[in-house]
């Protein structure tokens, strides 16, 4: 767990923070939760899932197969697909709650990336308010934590009309196929048999942009393979790397090649 500290004038009116300058901290990440407004811009170039939590599903990058690996991390740190979720992008900083219930903005202390200067951002003015770099990462990370009301609404609707299913994923590893099920995907003929109220509740709701998002983002899976040998995973492998075109990573059953990894 990381080692968060409330951001505060008194532990940190004298200290600057630095925006990421390696992903290196993401490498572990199979998946990452998204804002509602990220979802457009995050299905150009990601698949995207629903995660369950309990009996709610939320919407997730994925950046790998199985847990613990995180396939668009390159071997030197690098964030390879061309969008970084928010929740990366705002490294150092989390939210938490306090004892009142209430979100807090905090900072992850080991990160590396808080100095005492005199380079980085400023936490605080002169005036000992947060700068407006600062608090525009509060900002955002709070409009992620909002935007949760109105997707549990939208992925509600649409588990209760059986239009979100597991989906499997089935990989070639060295030692034979394996299946990883902890994501969900929406049923596209579900989603097209909704009755007419139930569809005007999940377009009121932001759902079916995120329905629709989450079908046409499942083209890049090959593309999340074909990252593989790139990314620190694959250059931790002793095996010799084998590059394969992403095309012919899938194969007719669906099951996507990593025996040369």
Same mark, same amino acid.
């Given at each position: 767990?990381?080692?968060?500290?409330?951001?505060?004038?008194?532990?940190?009116?004298?200290?600057?923070?630095?925006?990421?300058?390696?992903?290196?901290?993401?490498?572990?990440?199979?998946?990452?939760?998204?804002?509602?407004?990220? $979802?457009?811009?995050?299905?150009? #170039?990601?698949?995207?899932?629903?995660?369950?939590?309990?009996?709610? %599903?939320?919407?997730?990058? #994925?950046?790998?197969?199985?847990?613990?690996?995180?396939?668009? #991390?390159?071997?030197?740190?690098?964030?390879?697909?061309?969008?970084?979720?928010?929740?990366?992008?705002?490294?150092?900083?989390?939210?938490?709650?306090?004892?009142?219930?209430?979100?807090?903005?905090? $900072?992850?202390?080991?990160?590396?990336?808080?100095?005492?200067?005199?380079?980085?951002?400023?936490? %605080?003015?002169?005036?000992?308010?947060?700068?407006?770099?600062?608090?525009?990462?509060?900002?955002?990370?709070?409009?992620?934590?909002?935007?949760?009301?109105?997707?549990?609404?939208?992925?509600?609707?649409?588990?209760?009309?059986?239009?979100?299913?597991?989906?499997?994923?089935? $990989?070639?590893?060295?030692?034979?196929?394996?299946?990883?099920?902890?994501? %969900?995907?929406?049923?596209?003929?579900?989603?097209?048999?909704?009755?007419?109220?139930?569809?005007?509740?999940?377009?009121?709701?932001?759902?079916?942009?995120?329905? %629709?998002?989450?079908?046409?983002?499942?083209?890049?899976?090959?593309?999340?393979?074909?990252?593989?040998?790139?990314?620190?995973?694959?250059?931790?492998?002793?095996?010799?790397?084998?590059?394969?075109?992403?095309?012919?990573? $899938?194969?007719?059953?669906?099951?996507?090649?990593?025996?040369?990894?």
């Amino acid at each position: 767990m990381p080692e968060l500290h409330v951001v505060s004038w008194q532990d940190h009116g004298a200290k600057r923070w630095l925006k990421p300058f390696s992903y290196a901290f993401a490498a572990g990440d199979q998946l990452v939760a998204l804002g509602l407004a990220e $979802v457009p811009r995050a299905a150009m #170039v990601l698949p995207l899932a629903f995660a369950k939590s309990g009996g709610s %599903y939320l919407p997730v990058a #994925v950046l790998g197969f199985k847990q613990g690996h995180n396939l668009v #991390v390159s071997a030197d740190g690098r964030w390879l697909p061309d969008y970084v979720p928010l929740f990366f992008r705002s490294h150092p900083f989390r939210l938490a709650r306090n004892a009142d219930g209430n979100f807090v903005l905090c $900072v992850i202390g080991d990160s590396g990336l808080i100095t005492d200067g005199p380079a980085g951002n400023r936490f %605080y003015d002169d005036e000992r308010k947060p700068t407006p770099e600062t608090s525009a990462i509060g900002t955002a990370l709070l409009q992620l934590e909002n935007d949760k009301a109105s997707m549990l609404k939208a992925t509600a609707i649409l588990a209760e009309h059986d239009a979100i299913e597991p989906w499997p994923f089935r $990989v070639q590893e060295a030692e034979g196929i394996k299946t990883y099920e902890n994501v %969900y995907r929406v049923n596209e003929s579900k989603l097209n048999q909704l009755p007419a109220d139930a569809l005007a509740a999940l377009r009121n709701s932001g759902g079916l942009v995120l329905a %629709y998002a989450q079908l046409l983002s499942m083209q890049h899976l090959p593309q999340l393979a074909a990252a593989a040998p790139r990314s620190a995973w694959g250059q931790q492998n002793p095996e010799p790397v084998r590059r394969v075109a992403a095309l012919n990573i $899938v194969d007719d059953n669906g099951t996507l090649s990593f025996a040369h990894l």
